[in-house]
């Protein structure tokens, strides 16, 4: 896994990107209760803003870590969104992104980068 400055993970799976916030992101925004998934077939641009999450504390956008098109999202948080805190980087993935090439996750911090971060 890679990790945003925004506490969002990346993993590659076959020729796809999935898209997932980190438990240290799930912790901060405490009992999720609503997932707003974007629409498949979306073209992304890094920065967008593609799903709304609302916790008990506050709303918050998860943005596109990088340029491509979602082709699959994760249906489960619409019906579950606390799944959210209970596997944030398991099964509480949010999207999949069909890039041009697989390896721009290079450019993103690997865990250790990313415990300092948040240390």
């Given amino acids: 896994m890679k990790y945003t400055e925004d506490h969002e993970w990346l993993r590659i799976e076959d020729d796809l ?7 240290h992101a799930a912790t901060q ?5 609503f997932v707003e998934l974007p629409e498949i077939e979306t073209q992304t641009a890094k920065g967008d803003e593609v799903v709304v999450i609302e916790s008990v504390k506050a709303a918050s956008d998860i943005l596109a870590p990088i340029d491509g098109e979602i082709v699959e999202v ?6 579950n969104p606390a799944l959210v805190n209970e596997d944030p980087t398991g099964e509480a993935w ?3 992104l069909k890039v041009d090439d697989t390896s721009v996750v290079n450019d993103f911090m690997d865990e250790d980068e990313y415990k300092a971060l948040i240390d």
Wanted: proline residues 0%.
């Fill in 94 to 96: 949010f999207f999949k």
């Fill in 74 to 79: 994760n249906e489960a948080l619409t019906d």
């Fill in 29 to 33: 925004l405490g009992d999720i209760v």
């Fill in 17 to 23: 990107i999935v898209v997932g916030i980190t438990e």
